[in-house]
């Protein structure tokens, strides 16, 4: 335990993002109008939630996120996790189908099934959801530079199912702004890459109406080293551009907006994570309001999904880690998510076991069903702290978002590498701190023990690769080639002509055409994205 001692010698207490913390706050600390700023859950700026009654009316979607190996394997575990109580699909895909390769690509080598599902052709897609009948589950795709394709993908699957567009409920990330931020599997320059994030918009206003067309992602800014404050300054910045970029393409505000949703990470320092997204909530809210003129309430509520934090799960006694999620994921209820995801125990040394991953859902299941905080809305409401705090971190994200309109938006800031070393900074800064013991990471820089972990760890079998390989050849030698190269064709005459993308690639996807080809057809008209060093 730490001594009385090592208390007193403790500088200064603060959260992740510098908020200095008093021993004690009084109401005059909070500085708060409760009617304008608080109000009641369900309404404006819905601080303390979305929804009148919250999780009384219905709970969160609990989800797991899964895939790896081949899709049959990947079908599986989706099958074990829905038996196991999952509310809805979260899909991992692996780092070539990330960004546009197919399996036989020669960068793909090594990579194939090994952090996500490798997609290839319409014949993955049928067999990752084969027997899911997906107007009765809600999907969610990591996906973002390809996130049209994997979309139509989807849409080419239901369909095949008897399922109409307008009957599938799910979302794709679709955020390209935050991978030249954070995460890095970008394909195209960044305006090209708006705009086939418009042609989704406008295509699913149209014809996929329940989907969310876009999860616009702090979660990958946070992994990389961000605090709370600049999480939610730099993903509503990242909102705002796409707001703006839509409008610029002539859509109306209240025709997409209502479909945008947001993810947000869930870390350690549970009340500044609980006053995270109450902040994040109130401040979307007002932008929608005042910056973009939206009427529709529901344009105005900020949606989001939140998955506990990947960066903080140690090797070191990785038992510990479900306690970690623990936290984290009661933070996410207690801030009113719409969408969780708890990481399983054992993913600091691989993919989760199946065991592991019944775990995190069972933490999440206990939250629910067993610890009472989810009878009420938003009941830390009026705690002085959390209130302080969710003043604090709006305020703060507030000036932050100034400083990027300042610098001309989100995107020019990005390409002035400004956000980049914002969260840098911050990475190094969180580094020193564990390394001068400041902060405290439990088995990893005190209460260490000598003993090696000894739980069992997921192994992908290597011939999965080559399995995975012949699929696709099989698909090109087995489909009609005119087809699908006519298909192609029209992908790249609609990337040129400036015409709406979606139906050309569900086109393409239903001849067949693999992923990699369609990614291919659109690298020759708008190239690749090269970081400046």
Same mark, same amino acid.
């Given at each position: 335990m730490p001594t009385t001692k090592s208390r007193e010698r403790k500088e200064r207490f603060a959260t992740s993002s510098g908020i200095e913390l008093r021993n004690h706050l009084s109401p005059q600390d909070i500085e708060i109008d409760y009617d304008a700023e608080l109000g009641n859950p369900g309404q404006f700026p819905f601080t303390r939630g979305v929804y009148g009654t919250m999780y009384r009316g219905r709970l969160w979607t609990m989800r797991q996120y899964a895939g790896f190996a081949t899709a049959e394997e990947s079908n599986r575990r989706y099958k074990y996790l829905l038996e196991q109580g999952t509310t809805g699909l979260s899909v991992a895909f692996d780092l070539p189908t990330q960004i546009g390769y197919d399996s036989d690509h020669p960068l793909a080598q090594g990579e194939v099934g090994r952090v996500g599902v490798p997609i290839d052709s319409l014949a993955d897609m049928e067999m990752l959801f084969d027997g899911i009948p997906l107007d009765e589950v809600s999907t969610s795709m990591t996906i973002n530079a390809t996130a049209s394709i994997l979309l139509a993908l989807y849409i080419a699957v239901? =369909? =095949?199912?008897?399922?109409?567009?307008?009957r599938l409920n799910g979302t794709i990330q679709n955020d390209i702004l935050k991978e030249y931020i954070a995460r890095g599997t970008y394909i195209y320059p960044p305006h090209a890459s708006l705009r086939i994030v418009t042609d989704i918009f406008a295509y699913c206003a149209k014809e996929v109406p329940n989907w969310n067309t876009i999860s616009i992602s702090g979660y990958h800014i946070r992994e990389a080293g961000s605090t709370a404050v600049q999480e939610v300054a730099f993903t509503l910045a990242d909102g705002i551009a796409y707001v703006q970029a839509a409008i610029d393409a002539g859509l109306k505000v209240d025709v997409f907006a209502p479909r945008l949703a947001f993810f947000f990470n869930a870390h350690n320092n549970f009340l500044e994570e609980v006053a995270k997204y109450r902040a994040a909530r109130r401040l979307w809210a007002t932008t929608m309001r005042d910056r973009f003129g939206a009427k529709d309430p529901k344009s105005m509520m900020l949606r989001f999904h939140s998955q506990t934090a990947g960066s903080t799960l140690t090797a070191q006694q990785p038992e510990v880690n479900v306690i970690r999620t623990t936290i984290q994921a009661l933070a996410s209820v207690l801030g009113g998510t719409q969408s969780l995801h708890t990481n399983a125990m054992d993913e600091a040394l691989s993919l989760p076991t199946e065991d592991a991953a019944r775990i995190a859902l069972r933490t999440q299941q206990v939250i629910a069903c067993e610890s009472g905080v989810a009878d009420t809305s938003d009941p830390l409401a009026g705690s002085y702290l959390v209130e302080y705090l969710t003043n604090e971190i709006e305020r703060r994200a507030a000036d932050y978002i100034s400083k990027i309109d300042e610098m001309g938006g989100m995107l020019s800031a990005i390409e002035a590498g400004y956000v980049?070393? *914002? @969260? *840098?900074r911050s990475a190094y800064d969180y580094q020193k701190s564990i *390394? #001068?013991? %400041? %902060?405290?990471?439990?088995g990893v820089n005190r209460f260490q @023990? #000598? *003993?090696?972990? #000894? @739980?069992? #760890?997921? =192994?992908i079998d290597p011939a999965f690769e080559q399995k995975q390989i012949e699929r696709v050849h099989k698909v090109r030698a087995e489909r009609d080639t005119a087809s699908a190269l006519a298909a192609l064709s029209s992908v790249e005459q609609s990337a040129r002509s400036g015409e709406n993308l979606m139906p050309r690639i569900i086109a393409a996807v239903e001849a067949y055409a693999t992923l990699g080809e369609i990614a291919d057809r659109m690298r020759i008209v708008f190239g690749e994205y090269q970081e400046a060093i």
């Open positions: 239901a =369909k =095949k199912q008897g399922v109409t567009p307008d980049q070393r *914002e @969260i *840098e *390394e #001068t013991l %400041e %902060e405290v990471v439990v @023990i #000598t *003993e090696d972990s #000894t @739980i069992p #760890t997921f =192994k």
